[in-house]
Every structure is written in structure tokens, then in C-alpha cells.
């Protein structure tokens, strides 16, 4: 009997991964100013799905003590979607100079979910302010000179790796994280 899991095909299974990840980013740099704010609304909508899972006692959760809380995977979300979205599209930030996760008042089932929606708001509404010319334009984000297309673009991917991390502790809390969104 084959292994399902050869070197090979940890190997195969890695790179169509990567590949899937670059098309779908691309799909997404492509497509009109229009349909990166549906990205992100159903970006918020999924990552809503999956505050929602989370019981109200399992914000505090840590799958190991290093690891940062349910709760701060979350509110880590929602100071990128500030942080990143401000660099990428000229906004100002909100929370300039303060850091959600470490935030006591923000722990909170509601508290958090509220911040963690009030940022997926803070992006799209701030996407919907810039003109498709100026999606082209170059801005600095941290070192990085970058279009801020793209600069939107890496602040999707690092919500989508966050809100996957969490699938972890949903599942260790027994819950069922939600079905895929991908659509």
C-alpha cells in the first residue's frame, strides 16, 4: 500500500498549495477596486463566522502559554487591517501607536468582535475612498516600496494565515470551525 503521506507527495501536495495561494492572490490583484472590497466583505463575513464559534469563555484560550490567546489572534487581525490598510491606502489609523491584542478592555467576546468588525469596516470603507489610479501608486509599507494594490493584497493574505490559525483552537476548544468561504 502506497503512503499517502511520502516525502513525495508532502512535497507535491506543498507546491499545488503555494500555486493555489499565488492564483487566488493574483485573482485578486486583477480584478477591479469593486471586487477587492466583495473580497474583503466576505473576508469579514468568515472571519465573523468564526468569532461567532468561538465560545465566550474560549476568547482567553491559549493552545500552549507562548501562544497568543484566541482573543489576540483576532484583535492581531484587526491592528493589521488598521496598520497595513492605513500604510496601503493613505488613511489614517485609529489605533495609531496602540496594540488591540494587548488591550485588556478588548479581551471580551463583544469587545473584540466588535474591533475585529470595526477594522474589516475601517479597510473597505478606505478602499472604497481611493480611485482605481490610485490603487497603481506606490507607497512605503514598513521597508517595502510597494503599489498600494499590492500593499492591500499582503494585508488579505495576513488575514486569511491568522484567521486559519484559529481554526487550531476552535477545534481544541471541540468546536467545529466554520465550512470553507471561499466563494
Known sequence: M????????????????????AMALDGLRTNSKEQMIAEFERAKAYTR???????ADGYGYKPTEEM???AQQMLHIAGANYGLGAAATGMANPYEGKNLEKMDEMQSKEMCTK??????????????????????ETV????????????LM??????THHRGQTTVYLRL???????????
Do not use: C
Open 173 to 183: 476548544k471541540g468546536v467545529t470551525p466554520p465550512a470553507e468561504k471561499l466563494f
Open 49 to 55: 463566522e468564526y468569532l461567532d464559534a468561538m465560545p
Open 140 to 151: 512605503k509599507i514598513f521597508r517595502w516600496d510597494m503599489s498600494r494594490e499590492d500593499g
Open 115 to 136: 474591533a475585529v468588525d470595526d477594522s474589516y469596516d475601517f479597510l473597505i470603507n478606505s478602499i472604497k475612498n481611493l480611485s482605481d489610479d490610485q490603487l497603481s
Open 2 to 21: 502506497k503512503k499517502l503521506f511520502s516525502p513525495f507527495n508532502l512535497l507535491l501536495m506543498a507546491l499545488m498549495a503555494s500555486f493555489s495561494s
Open 154 to 159: 499582503k494585508t488579505f493574505e495576513h488575514q
Open 68 to 70: 497568543r490567546s484566541f
